[in-house]
């Protein structure tokens, strides 16, 4: 019940799973979490470190500018 006292977009547990998908989608992601978390903490450090996209806390509120990673481009050979 705590959880949804704050008006949060996600509740304290669930905080740590979206950081992957903001992090894949372009441009800026801001999200209100109930609760910081330490797994929230080693979510924003993981995405930082991988260079995916710059993650940062600012209190309660998460914000994440992501970059949607591109695959290198190919040669293709053959008729295909």
Same mark, same amino acid.
């Given at each position: 019940m705590e959880d949804l006292r704050t008006c @949060?977009? &996600?509740? %304290?547990?669930a905080s740590?799973?979206?950081?992957?998908? @903001?992090? &894949?989608? %372009?441009?800026?992601?801001r999200l209100?979490?109930?609760g910081v978390t330490d797994h929230v903490r080693t979510g924003i450090w993981l995405t930082n470190l991988f260079g995916v996209a710059q993650a940062s806390l600012d209190g309660c509120l998460l914000v994440v500018e992501g970059g949607s990673p591109r695959a290198p481009a190919t040669q293709r050979r053959g008729p295909y």
């Open positions: @949060a977009v &996600l509740d %304290r547990f740590d799973q979206i950081i992957p998908f @903001a992090a &894949l989608a %372009r441009g800026r992601s209100r979490l109930a």
